[in-house]
T-cell receptor, first 113, second 113 residues
C-alpha cells in the first residue's frame, strides 16, 4: 500500500504524559499536513510542511504541541503534558501541490484518561 | 477567515432516493471547493473538486456538485443513492491560494436498504 500511513492507530494515555504520532506520506508528495478531528466536527487544520520547512501553524497548536519533518519525508507530532481536551483523531495528509487536494491517512486516535 | 457550513447533520434516505447535501462557504475571493467522503472504518477520500471552469463537476460513484458563486454554495447531488453510499460527507474550501483546507462539520448519510 503506497498511501499515507500513520502510527500508532490508537493511543491511550494518562493526563500529563507525552505522546508522539508518526506520519509517512506518499513518497513523491512534498506537502504534509496535520489535522485534528473531534466527534461531530470536521477536520481542523493544525500545521503544514513543505519539504522539511514548517510553513504554517494554527492557533490551535498550543506550546505543548510540536511537529517536525526533519528530512522532508516522514513527520512526527508530539503532544507534551497531555490534557483530556487533547482527545481526538489526529489526521495526517499529503499532497503533491497546493490545490487543497489532500490524501489522508487513517488517523491516530488519542484518548487521554 | 474562510468558513464552511453544512446545514444537514444527519440525512436518512431509502435506496434509489435522490440526494442533495447543502454546503455554503464564506470567502469573497477565488476558492477551490471539495467534497470528501469517509466510509465507515475508512480514511477520508476525495469525492470531487472544483477549481475553475464548468460549475457543474462530476466525481466518483455518480456524485456531482454545482458551484453557484452568487450563493456561495457547492451542493452535492446524486440522482439515485445506494446502500453503499452510507458515509460521512465533508465539504471543504481552499481559499486564495492558502494551503489550509477548511472543512465543514460534515453530514452523516444513512441509506436504508
Amino acid at each position: 500500500d503506497t498511501g499515507v500511513s500513520q502510527d500508532p492507530r490508537h493511543k491511550i494515555t494518562k493526563r500529563g504524559q507525552n505522546v508522539t504520532f508518526r506520519c509517512d506520506p506518499i513518497s513523491e508528495h512534498n506537502r504534509l499536513y496535520w489535522y485534528r478531528q473531534t466527534l461531530g466536527q470536521g477536520p481542523e487544520f493544525l500545521t503544514y510542511f513543505q519539504n522539511e520547512a514548517q510553513l504554517e501553524k494554527s492557533r490551535l497548536l498550543s506550546d505543548r504541541f510540536s511537529a517536525e519533518r526533519p528530512k522532508g519525508s516522514f513527520s512526527t507530532l508530539e503532544i507534551q503534558r497531555t490534557e483530556q481536551g487533547d482527545s481526538a483523531m489526529y489526521l495526517c495528509a499529503s499532497s503533491p501541490r497546493n490545490t487543497g487536494e489532500l490524501f489522508f491517512g487513517e488517523g491516530s486516535r488519542l484518548t487521554v484518561l | 477567515a474562510q468558513s464552511v457550513s453544512q446545514h444537514n447533520h444527519h440525512v436518512i434516505l431509502s435506496e434509489a432516493a435522490s440526494l442533495e447535501l447543502g454546503c455554503n462557504y464564506s470567502y469573497g475571493g477565488t476558492v477551490n471547493l471539495f467534497w470528501y467522503v469517509q466510509y465507515p472504518g475508512q480514511h477520508l477520500q476525495l469525492l470531487l473538486k472544483y477549481f475553475s471552469g464548468d460549475p457543474l463537476v462530476k466525481g466518483i460513484k455518480g456524485f456531482e456538485a454545482e458551484f453557484i458563486k452568487s450563493k456561495f454554495s457547492f451542493n452535492l447531488r446524486k440522482p439515485s443513492v445506494q446502500w453503499s453510499d452510507t458515509a460521512e460527507y465533508f465539504c471543504a474550501v481552499n481559499a486564495g491560494g492558502n494551503e489550509k483546507l477548511t472543512f465543514g462539520t460534515g453530514t452523516r448519510l444513512t441509506i436504508i436498504p
